[in-house]
């Protein structure tokens, strides 16, 4: 089996700590006094996402990149209704995430896996 690129398992840890992260923050938001709402469970749904590509990354499953660039995408989408310097932000890490998980070694890594399957 062919060796995690260095970029594959960053991002990787990122997604899961970022994706945990604010699953764990946003948790708040069922504790009284706050009103429950909606929103939040799909917020929840989102951070879990995120954390699912992550620990997907590191297991070489290559629709875990595809996800992992889309939970980004999706992210620039939302920047788009605040400020310039988010989306900004955003759209740089979306574009440098799709460049280091589709690279010529990220393929190797995650091509390996498919042999397997």
């Known amino acids: 089996m062919n060796k995690r690129p260095l970029a594959v398992t960053i991002i990787g840890w990122v997604y899961i700590v970022t994706g945990a992260g604010g699953f764990i923050a946003h948790l708040l ?3 009284p006094p706050h009103q429950f709402q ?3 469970v799909l917020v929840e749904i989102v951070c879990l996402i995120g954390a699912v590509s992550g ?7 290559n629709w875990a990149r595809w ?3 889309a939970w980004m995408a999706y992210h620039v989408v ?3 209704f ?10 740089v890490f979306c574009v440098l995430v799709a460049y280091f998980l589709f690279r ?12 397997y399957l």
């Open 29 to 31: 938001d069922f504790i």
């Open 38 to 40: 909606y929103d939040s």
């Open 55 to 61: 620990i997907y990354l590191l297991c070489a499953q």
């Open 67 to 69: 996800l992992a660039v």
């Open 78 to 80: 939302l920047s788009i």
């Open 82 to 91: 605040h400020t310039i310097p988010q989306l900004a932000l955003h759209a």
């Open 104 to 115: 010529r070694d990220a393929n190797s890594y995650f091509r390996a896996s498919m042999s």
